[in-house]
DNA sequence: CGAATTACTGTTTGCGCTAACAGAATGGTT
DNA sequence: AACCATTCTGTTAGCGCAAACAGTAATTCG
């Protein structure tokens, strides 16, 4: 292939190499215009011969198009994110448009750095995870020029564009459920990040379904770091060993929730008659564990694919998608819920 | 922060704005150079005001610096990825470099392509997962100017710089342990992905180790698509079921492991005692299933910090690491190996 | 006090490419 | 033969920024 080492190869050497000149080779290259098929032929033999490989930098610079979108998103350490950016690649994938990712931490003054930095290169529109961010980030994303979807979450008011579901409403929908099946000794297992915003909020559709129905939780119980089983058995313990009366623990996440459901069997606590436990995530990958953990599906698949579609359409200028799309949380019964 | 819809702001905009000249401009904005306190404050406010966010398309072009690396990895669904990609984002926070992601989906033609892609944009480095590439990309690492470093596997070629473990060998010490605990009747579960290099290479390595004790697998059941628990629980059923003599199931990978031995559990089948599972990997996050399943720790962060530390070095020109690295997979003995 | 140094700011040039336009070659039509 | 359309190829300019160099003013020093 390649046989040159002089690493900076130009239009211009495939130009020389192929006696042609250099808009020729750019338009061969780009598939752009029309050129003779010998003409053609020529130019991609000396490309591939030297192994020259275009360079986007210029190119860009010199068209003003440059067909990158930006994603960015919390962290990768949580199986949603990565879900929903396999998600967007699909959905990128017949497009000339590419993903490019950054994460947050969770923390909005690293997410306002990385959209600062996406924004540098200019790319032809922005994925953001959520809808709270810094007020410099937000005027960032409204003054861009470029589309902006925020996703996952639509309670709030979005920059631009919005692809999720309703967290609040999702706590809420689970907290009816699990009252209509008879549980009322509820308590929670949550992160204590407060970053969490989609958690923080499905959390207070959750309790203000239970304040509806005049209950509250029997107790709160939080944790810090990464989600996993161990940390949702260990939980799950003290809260049974401080509050036996519990008949339900929510968790606001299936790893948590996985793990409590394995600490419950082990201690040959009856799940789900005399203890229910719920998650949230729908994560399939949980499919195998000894019962099928109650839990809500984020339509990470269907969200990534709505955001996708939308930067395609509006970046490509092919018609505009509706704006502002809600997927509804679906409930994933499982069997740790009493079905009555 | 930002007043302007004019989303095409440049060094210009900002310097008739605060009355200095682009190039001071550029200086305060890349804090290069002496600038006077009060010309920079000035600067600085007007480029605030304006909300100006420079155009790193342009500046990567005329100072021929690109402070991006390019990761290319096979599947962001897969825990081991996603964990790697992370520890390559630590390892260069310190640095000016910004890592990339892009996918081939166990692809060598799609693996091309993003190099392709990666190279066009000129990064200042590139990590690949695995040795096994097309000839043609091969061809564009080696002549593309910057630190490549091929991560995750020794067995095979580099062509430049390598950080990994040796999958035959983890294939092979798995087998000796296994071996060496007393087990005979051994069989494989798999993915039947031939693109999945590296588990071939732990497989042949234990079948390797297996001859060499005059033994062979009494079967081997493969399986296609992702990897979970419910794979797990039906391939190790349908193991037992059709060699029932069996004592030992090597898996793949953890998520299959875990599956095997959540069936074998349900089904009342002493494990390690009458049976033993291993998988590979050493997924934490499994902590917490009733039983810690024998694994082998892949060393993915120590991989990606690693080359996050070579790529750095050698980008920045600050002397040059070793450029071989290989690590040794730890056995994590678990509790579905018999210990003896 | 003049020269040398330092601190700061400006000018010119070009990175590698593509848009826009201009021109040459070919073929068909009247 | 003159004309036009079509097909192909070349020329010019400039994208937004930073490197290199060129000042100018302020300060230091012998």
């Known amino acids: 292939m390649a046989e040159d080492d002089k690493s900076h190869l130009t239009l211009r050497d495939v130009s020389e190499a192929s006696g042609v ?22 130019v991609l033999e000396a490309a591939r011969r030297l192994g020259y490989v275009p360079n ?7 068209s003003n198009r440059v067909n990158l979108v930006g994603v960015v998103i919390p962290s990768l350490s949580n199986f949603v994110f990565p879900d929903v950016l396999t998600e967007i690649s699909r ?52 003054n861009c020029g470029v589309p902006v979807v925020e996703i996952m979450d639509v309670d709030g008011s979005p920059v631009d564009a919005n692809v999720g579901i309703s967290h609040r409403r999702a706590g809420r929908d689970m907290a009816r459920t699990i009252l209509a099946a008879g549980y009322r000794r509820i308590a929670y297992m949550g992160t204590v990040k407060a970053e969490d915003y989609r958690a923080a909020k499905r959390l207070e559709g959750f309790e203000q379904a239970l304040a509806e129905a005049g209950i509250r939780f029997e107790m709160r119980e939080h944790y810090a770091g990464g989600s996993d089983f161990r940390k949702g058995r260990e939980m799950a313990e003290a809260v049974l060993a401080r509050a036996p009366e519990v008949d339900f623990i929510y968790c606001s996440n299936d ?13 040959g606590i009856d799940v789900p008659g005399r203890l229910g436990l719920a998650g949230f995530n729908g ?58």
Chains 1, 2 share one sequence.
């Open 21 to 42: 000149s250099e808009m020729t080779v750019s338009r061969v290259l780009r598939n752009r215009g029309d050129v003779s098929a010998k003409t053609r032929a020529r």
């Open 56 to 62: 986007k930098i210029a190119g860009a610079l010199a």
């Open 91 to 142: 959905g990128l994938e017949e497009t000339p448009l590419q993903p490019v990712f950054g994460t947050s931490h969770y923390d909005l003054e690293i997410e306002e750095k990385v959209i600062y930095e996406m924004l540098s290169w200019r790319p032809s529109g922005l994925i953001v995870a959520g809808l709270e961010h810094t007020d410099a980030a937000r005027a960032m994303m409204r």
């Open 255 to 267: 790893m948590i929730g996985a793990g409590a459901m394995l600490h419950c069997l082990e201690a």
């Open 283 to 340: 994560i399939d990958l949980l499919e195998g564990l000894p019962r099928r953990l109650t839990s809500m599906d984020a339509c990470r698949a269907e969200i990534g694919a709505a955001a996708a579609r939308i930067v395609a359409a509006r970046a490509l200028g092919e018609g505009d998608e509706p704006q502002r799309i809600e997927f509804a949380p679906r409930l994933i019964h499982g069997e740790t819920l009493r079905s009555r």
